[in-house]
């Protein structure tokens, strides 16, 4: 923090508050201090203070910002949580394949609900985000036609235009790889193929896959964080702030529903298959809690948290709103 001197604590603070503030800030701390750097506990303090700012600046705390903003804050927060849910969610998917096969006779419709679950909730998220950029298109062509608006967000849509491509071709890069080499399988041989495993062709493979898998991640975040810019530069009317609001609520709702029915299909197959999670034979002991599985919880688990901090955030900005127009524009805008 600059050796502990005042203007050092000016970088937790948000550009506004800076200028509005933080010469009074930095004099207060002068007049307190002198010389003598700041104390870590009076940092730290500050440190608090100013990413409470911050939460302030992006609508996310107080209640000081339109309803809008918050709704608004709030919607971004929901759309964030769901980008955790698409990386969980394509892990889940490729550590999932022929699971149907381990289950014993008459043991298999708990797990099917909820495997059912998660992919009717994966295309309802979807079809939420979708139904959520084509409510925002009109407004966000205006955005980027006004002065400086495309030249605010075309470094952003470059950079995930180019991690898109680089994702793509891993992808093509991890396939022809595995039908060369690995007769087709992109993760790992079944364990009767033995003499596959541990080979220098598979090792490479795996390689490929985790590359692949991170280019992935870093694609969503990087579109995620391109909407949320995007966003960010629209004039909230009443139709895109209720509008966005309720599809936020929505999809929240959503990733409830597909985090029940992960827990749904991982506690049936725990208990009737848990030799499926290691690829053991039927009957085999198991690993109740394999490390990638227990990555997709983990990461559910902090998404659906994510999304119901946004929801509330949501909740209680349409609720300050009522029957008012939450955008604060004249009535008819």
């Known amino acids: 923090m600059s050796g502990g001197k005042p203007q050092g604590v000016l970088r937790w603070y948000p550009p506004r508050w800076r200028a509005r503030y933080g010469d009074e800030l930095v004099t207060l701390l002068t007049d307190t201090y002198g010389e003598r ?10 440190v608090r203070a100013g990413a409470v700012e911050w939460l302030r600046e992006f609508g ?3 209640m000081s910002a339109p309803p809008a903003e918050g709704i608004r804050a709030g919607g ?21 394949e022929h ?10 419709l708990p797990a099917t609900v909820g495997f059912d679950t998660i992919f009717i909730g994966a295309a309802a998220g979807a079809a939420i985000v979708a139904a959520g950029a084509a409510l925002c298109a009109r407004a966000l062509f205006r955005a980027v036609r006004a002065p400086g608006g495309w030249q605010a967000l075309r470094g952003p849509v470059l950079w995930s235009v180019g991690f898109t491509v680089l994702a793509g071709a891993l992808f093509a890069v991890t396939v022809a790889w595995a039908h060369h080499f690995g007769n087709g399988y992109v993760e790992a041989p079944p364990p009767d193929l033995p003499y596959m ?10 390689w490929l896959v985790l590359a692949w898998a ?29 509008g966005g609001a309720a599809l936020a609520l929505a999809l929240t ?18 208990v009737r298959a848990p030799w499926f999670f290691n690829g053991a034979a039927p009957g085999s002991p198991g690993a109740l809690a394999p490390l990638p599985l227990l990555v997709v919880g983990v990461l559910m688990a902090a998404g659906l948290v994510m999304a119901a ?9 349409l609720r300050r709103a009522g029957t008012a127009d939450p955008s604060g524009a004249p009535a008819g805008h």
């Open 37 to 46: 750097p700041v104390p870590l506990r009076c940092r730290l303090s500050l």
């Open 60 to 62: 996310l705390a107080g």
């Open 76 to 96: 971004l927060v929901v759309l964030w949580a769901w980008a955790v849910f698409v990386v969980a969610g394509a892990g889940f998917a490729k550590q999932t």
């Open 99 to 108: 699971w149907q096969s381990a289950l014993p006779p008459h043991g298999w």
């Open 197 to 206: 495993q541990g080979s220098p062709h598979m090792t490479v493979l795996a």
């Open 214 to 242: 991170l280019a992935v991640s870093v694609m969503v975040a990087s579109w995620t964080a391109t909407a949320t810019a995007a966003v960010r530069r629209i004039e909230p009317t009443s139709l895109l702030v209720r």
């Open 253 to 270: 709702a959503v990733m409830a529903a597909i985090t029940a029915g992960l827990v749904l299909w991982w506690a049936t197959l725990a």
């Open 309 to 317: 901090v946004g929801a509330w955030r949501v909740s209680v900005c």
